[in-house]
């Protein structure tokens, strides 16, 4: 959890994701922010109802999901997240962000109250991996350890590196051509977030996510085996994407919002780096 101010720690994190691949041992990396809520719906909040959960779904995918195909996604979304070797969960300074004097608890602000959420279901996960194989780390990890130059570092070491994400693969072979050598690049489009559906950099599709999933799945599953570093940035869906590659070998890290950072596109405000 010290990652942020402690070089010794964030160098041994780095560490332990090489020795991964180098020894081709699967592993996953997911991080959870209020979004990720969503994967808990069975979990008592005042601000866990089907409104906030198909603002989420609009938000994300401008689209309201009917209520069989919602709980699929919530099921897969929870075990990918029961089955990662290592969690990125909201730490102090994650709700200090949304901290203000109108504040009035944490369980009635919409994103502070996700954030509880998760930790009271991260506290409540079965014990897959075992307890003590299980790690912690905070969930903006990404903007901490996963910028292009500490990304790429890993990346010489793979023996595949195979990048889910809603960039063009033009750009992302561009982009890593120059630091990966001869190692094999294989990258797997997903549609763009809303609101850069208009960027140039950014695939837009007529099919959300949350409707070709399974067969984005497939895709992964079809070119991921031990030595493969999967680097996703996929939302909360990705979230899937990970478990998929940890289920087949691969190293997995959800990178998020960082991979836009990587081709300069600024998509977070300043308050969402902290």
Not at 186 to 204: E, G, W, Y
């Amino acid at each position: 959890m010290d990652c942020r101010l402690n070089y010794a720690i964030k160098a041994a994190l780095l560490s332990k994701i090489e020795t991964h691949i180098k020894t081709d041992q699967p592993f996953s990396l997911l991080r959870l922010g209020d979004g990720e809520s969503y994967a808990w719906d069975n979990v008592t909040s005042a601000q866990n109802t089907n409104e906030v959960l198909k603002m989420r779904e609009y938000m994300w995918w401008n689209t309201c999901l009917e209520p069989y195909h919602r709980a699929q996604i919530q099921q897969d979304m929870y075990e990918a997240i029961s089955k990662a070797n290592m969690l990125g969960i909201p730490s102090l300074y994650r709700f200090t962000r949304d901290a203000s004097t109108s504040l009035i608890s944490y369980e009635g602000h919409r994103s502070t109250s996700g954030l509880l959420r998760v930790l009271k279901g991260v506290s409540e996960l079965p014990d897959f991996p075992a307890p003590s194989s299980r790690e912690f780390t905070e969930d903006r990890i990404h903007h901490i350890c996963f910028n292009f130059e500490g990304i790429t570092k890993l990346a010489r070491h793979a023996k595949k590196n195979l990048i889910i994400s809603s960039l063009k693969p033009a750009i992302i072979s561009q982009l890593f051509a120059p630091y990966i050598g001869n190692t094999p690049l294989i990258t797997v489009s997903i549609s763009t977030h809303t609101k850069t559906q208009k960027n140039d950099l950014f695939v837009s599709d007529d099919e959300p996510i949350p409707f070709i999933y399974k067969k984005v799945a497939k895709q992964i599953a079809k070119v991921c085996d031990p030595g493969t570093l999967g680097l996703v940035a996929g939302g909360a869906i990705g979230k899937i994407f990970c478990e998929t590659i940890r289920a087949h070998g691969g190293v997995a890290l959800d990178v998020g919002s960082m991979a836009d950072y990587w081709v300069g596109a600024k998509t977070r405000s300043v308050a969402d780096l902290i």
